[in-house]
């Protein structure tokens, strides 16, 4: 049993998984390589091979393998550490002998000043020496100088001129170069406060700059000026309460360059020189846009021209943006963000294109395109109805805020798209029926019938007559946008042929609840309580012109009907088959027939129809004048040359 061999058998011990945590790799290769910069792409190469190497002379054991470059590791480390501890006494060493020489050196001067001084000395000597050394037993004498010849002295005042004509060159040398260099600091300085002033002259307010109080800014911003008390009750002469976003990027650094000249600082946030897009396209096709600056913004631009420039890119871009947060609540009038343009539709198949474009880009027109009237005058009104939203968001945040709820209250919409839908659906309703009312009246006075039109007033002509008084006392610009801001209304009011019937028409146009768009309301007032027009509503509300015009070519035949009833040189034999019908029919005593007449009024003109003695036919008076002939007869005399 004692030659037994006895083996313990354990188990292979398990992978400690703090040893790949990256805490545990980061002070591995610290204590190991010393530092991350000392760990290389090349030192790491070099070392693989050496690993390679080293495992293929040995006998392939991968037990052994690992156990002996465990140990190597740990050898290393451990004479890693060693060096480390030898380097720490080694830098005690040197500090403690330093220490003493200081030591040293202080008894020494300290018993050196204790003849003169004893008390001064007490507090700098050493323990020990107090105690082994009694005070003022160290002392000093001046020994005796040796004589200096004449030749000496003379050298040594020479040298010690030299020195200080040295010294005095190189003094003024330096106030030479500090005045020179003050003189140009002061030119600088001179040309940087000149255009300082320029840029106030210009009316641009200046300010400190929030993070750099040493440095001016500018305000890329508008002054405003005395406003109505109606609108505004005070003057407000504030800068213009734009959006936090751009309101922030509105101020400038005007920096001193080196030669001077003020540099504008824009900041980071500022992109490019930008500049609002209009334009009239039909199926993708450019017919008219409107004007661009003559050149992009450049540093080599004025300054007073730059800050325009830039306050001029900052504004359109704010308007763009507003535009895009109304065009999401206008898309039932036809308005439609695409492809980063908010487009609406304008007439003849053109619609308006409104983007946001770099300056200096070139457009691509069709020939025989038209002028840029219309897209710059829709530029022009988004910025004036913008800087009237500023103004107006001014004056709302001057008044006494509401009171204080858990949620803020909602940014409004600002009026730019609005007012320009509206004036564009009611300039296109009052054209409409104009052009309808102007072919009836042609058609009427081709059958020697009266028909008189009468425009009473329309909102579209007082933005024309802006010098004219009104109730709003203000400039031109303000008196335009506050009559571009209200709806619009036109009232127009014409006589029917029987001069007994008068109709007044009244438009209006509202893309808000309740009208939706235009409404159309008809009034109508007859002094004839027989015909049929009094039997008709007094106030009648038509919801599009195509109904307007079915109605006003219905009455008209009415009125006509009623007007030829009361003609003496009719027969009268011939009345009315119904008040709601526009014929007359009769029996005929001298030839026992039922003779009729009928009226029609479409948008070709008036017709009538008649059947006599069995015989049918028809007669008509055209809308336009082109279609009108050499020969063209009364209503009255047809009728008296068809019934006998």
Same mark, same amino acid.
């Given at each position: 049993m004692a030659d037994q061999l006895s083996v313990?058998?354990?188990?292979?011990?398990?992978?400690?998984?703090?040893?790949?945590?990256?805490?545990?790799?980061i002070a591995r290769i610290n204590e190991q390589k010393g530092s991350f910069r000392n760990v290389t792409e090349a030192s790491l190469e070099e070392e693989i091979r050496g690993v390679k190497q080293g495992e293929s002379g040995e006998s392939g054991n991968p037990g052994d393998t690992a156990i002996s470059r465990i140990a190597k590791d740990d050898q290393d480390g451990k004479a890693q550490g060693d060096e480390l501890a030898l380097a720490r006494e080694d830098i005690i060493k040197h500090v403690g002998e330093a220490y003493n020489a200081s030591s040293h050196a202080l008894d020494l001067v300290s018993l050196l000043l204790s003849i003169n001084g004893p008390k001064a000395a007490e507090t700098t000597v050493s323990p020990f020496i107090k105690a082994a050394v009694p005070f003022g037993s160290l002392g000093t004498e001046l020994m005796h100088q040796t004589q200096q010849s004449e030749a000496e002295k003379a050298s040594e005042d020479l040298v010690s001129l030299g020195w200080r004509m040295n010294s005095l060159a190189r003094s003024a040398e330096s106030l030479l170069n500090s005045a020179s260099r003050l003189e140009g600091e002061i030119e600088r300085e001179t040309t940087y406060w000149k255009?300082?002033?320029?840029?106030?002259?210009?009316?641009?307010?200046?300010?400190?700059l929030p993070r750099e109080r040493h440095t001016l800014g500018v305000r890329l911003g508008f002054k405003e000026g005395t406003t109505p008390a109606r609108l505004f009750p005070k003057p407000l002469t504030h800068a213009l309460a734009a959006h936090a976003e751009f309101r922030d990027r509105g101020l400038a650094a005007l920096r001193r360059g080196t030669d001077g000249a003020i540099e504008l600082d824009l900041?980071? &946030?500022?992109?490019?020189?930008?500049?609002?897009?209009?334009?009239?396209?039909?199926?993708?096709?450019?017919?008219?846009t409107s004007e661009e600056p003559t050149a992009p913004f450049n540093d080599n631009m004025p300054l007073t021209q730059s800050l325009l420039r830039a306050r001029n890119s900052l504004f359109d871009e704010e308007l763009y943006h507003e535009l895009s947060r109304e065009a999401r609540n206008l898309v039932n009038h036809g308005v439609?963000?695409?492809?980063?343009?908010?487009?609406?539709?304008?007439?003849?198949?053109?619609?308006?294109?409104?983007?946001?474009?770099?300056?200096?880009?070139?457009?691509?027109?069709?020939?025989?395109?038209?002028?840029?009237?219309?897209?710059?005058?829709?530029t022009m009104a988004l910025r004036i109805l913008l800087s009237h939203a500023h103004r107006a968001n001014l004056w709302r945040r001057s008044q006494p805020p509401p009171p204080i709820t858990d949620s803020p209250p909602p940014r409004p919409f600002y009026a730019l798209l609005r007012p320009i839908l509206e004036f564009h659906q009611h300039e296109s309703a009052l054209k409409a029926i104009r052009e309808l009312l102007g072919q009836l009246k042609r058609?009427?006075?081709?059958?020697?019938?009266?028909?008189l039109i009468k425009e009473n007033f329309s909102s579209l002509g007082s933005l024309n007559a802006?010098?004219?008084?009104?109730?709003?006392?203000?400039?031109?610009?303000?008196?335009?946008?506050?009559?571009?801001?209200?709806?619009?209304?036109?009232?127009?009011?014409?006589?029917?042929?029987?001069?007994?019937?008068?109709?007044?028409?009244?438009?209006?146009?509202?893309?808000?609840?309740?009208?939706?768009?235009?409404?159309?309301?008809?009034?109508?007032?007859?002094?004839?309580?027989?015909?049929?027009?009094?039997?008709?509503?007094?106030?009648?509300?038509?919801?599009?012109?195509?109904?307007?015009?079915k109605h006003i070519f219905y009455i008209t035949s009415l009125d006509i009907i009623s007007a030829l009833q009361a003609a003496p040189d009719l027969p009268s034999w011939l009345h009315p088959r119904s008040p709601y019908q526009a014929d007359l029919a009769g029996k005929n005593p001298t030839t026992e027939h039922k003779d009729q007449l009928a009226l029609r009024?479409?948008?070709?003109?008036?017709?009538?129809?008649?059947?006599?003695?069995?015989?049918?036919?028809?007669?008509?008076?055209?809308?336009?004048?082109?279609?009108?002939?050499?020969?063209? &007869?009364?209503?009255l005399d047809v009728i008296k040359e068809k019934i006998r």
């Amino acid at each position: 049993m004692a030659d037994q061999l006895s083996v313990s058998l354990r188990a292979w011990p398990p992978e400690d998984k703090t040893t790949e945590s990256l805490p545990y790799l980061i002070a591995r290769i610290n204590e190991q390589k010393g530092s991350f910069r000392n760990v290389t792409e090349a030192s790491l190469e070099e070392e693989i091979r050496g690993v390679k190497q080293g495992e293929s002379g040995e006998s392939g054991n991968p037990g052994d393998t690992a156990i002996s470059r465990i140990a190597k590791d740990d050898q290393d480390g451990k004479a890693q550490g060693d060096e480390l501890a030898l380097a720490r006494e080694d830098i005690i060493k040197h500090v403690g002998e330093a220490y003493n020489a200081s030591s040293h050196a202080l008894d020494l001067v300290s018993l050196l000043l204790s003849i003169n001084g004893p008390k001064a000395a007490e507090t700098t000597v050493s323990p020990f020496i107090k105690a082994a050394v009694p005070f003022g037993s160290l002392g000093t004498e001046l020994m005796h100088q040796t004589q200096q010849s004449e030749a000496e002295k003379a050298s040594e005042d020479l040298v010690s001129l030299g020195w200080r004509m040295n010294s005095l060159a190189r003094s003024a040398e330096s106030l030479l170069n500090s005045a020179s260099r003050l003189e140009g600091e002061i030119e600088r300085e001179t040309t940087y406060w000149k255009e300082i002033l320029k840029v106030k002259a210009k009316g641009w307010p200046l300010c400190r700059l929030p993070r750099e109080r040493h440095t001016l800014g500018v305000r890329l911003g508008f002054k405003e000026g005395t406003t109505p008390a109606r609108l505004f009750p005070k003057p407000l002469t504030h800068a213009l309460a734009a959006h936090a976003e751009f309101r922030d990027r509105g101020l400038a650094a005007l920096r001193r360059g080196t030669d001077g000249a003020i540099e504008l600082d824009l900041g980071r &946030r500022w992109r490019r020189d930008q500049r609002l897009r209009v334009r009239l396209s039909r199926n993708g096709m450019i017919w008219a846009t409107s004007e661009e600056p003559t050149a992009p913004f450049n540093d080599n631009m004025p300054l007073t021209q730059s800050l325009l420039r830039a306050r001029n890119s900052l504004f359109d871009e704010e308007l763009y943006h507003e535009l895009s947060r109304e065009a999401r609540n206008l898309v039932n009038h036809g308005v439609r963000c695409v492809d980063g343009s908010v487009r609406f539709p304008y007439k003849d198949g053109l619609q308006v294109e409104v983007d946001l474009v770099p300056v200096g880009g070139e457009e691509r027109l069709v020939e025989g395109a038209e002028d840029s009237t219309v897209p710059e005058a829709v530029t022009m009104a988004l910025r004036i109805l913008l800087s009237h939203a500023h103004r107006a968001n001014l004056w709302r945040r001057s008044q006494p805020p509401p009171p204080i709820t858990d949620s803020p209250p909602p940014r409004p919409f600002y009026a730019l798209l609005r007012p320009i839908l509206e004036f564009h659906q009611h300039e296109s309703a009052l054209k409409a029926i104009r052009e309808l009312l102007g072919q009836l009246k042609r058609a009427m006075s081709a059958a020697d019938l009266a028909f008189l039109i009468k425009e009473n007033f329309s909102s579209l002509g007082s933005l024309n007559a802006l010098d004219e008084p009104s109730e709003f006392q203000g400039s031109k610009v303000e008196t335009l946008v506050n009559r571009l801001l209200r709806p619009h209304h036109s009232q127009l009011t014409f006589h029917l042929p029987s001069n007994r019937t008068v109709l007044a028409l009244n438009i209006r146009t509202s893309i808000f609840p309740p009208t939706f768009g235009t409404s159309l309301q008809l009034s109508t007032i007859s002094s004839n309580p027989d015909s049929g027009v009094a039997r008709m509503p007094q106030t009648l509300q038509l919801p599009s012109i195509e109904k307007f015009q079915k109605h006003i070519f219905y009455i008209t035949s009415l009125d006509i009907i009623s007007a030829l009833q009361a003609a003496p040189d009719l027969p009268s034999w011939l009345h009315p088959r119904s008040p709601y019908q526009a014929d007359l029919a009769g029996k005929n005593p001298t030839t026992e027939h039922k003779d009729q007449l009928a009226l029609r009024i479409n948008d070709q003109g008036l017709h009538m129809d008649w059947t006599v003695k069995d015989q049918t036919g028809s007669h008509s008076w055209p809308a336009s004048d082109s279609d009108m002939g050499e020969n063209v &007869r009364s209503l009255l005399d047809v009728i008296k040359e068809k019934i006998r």
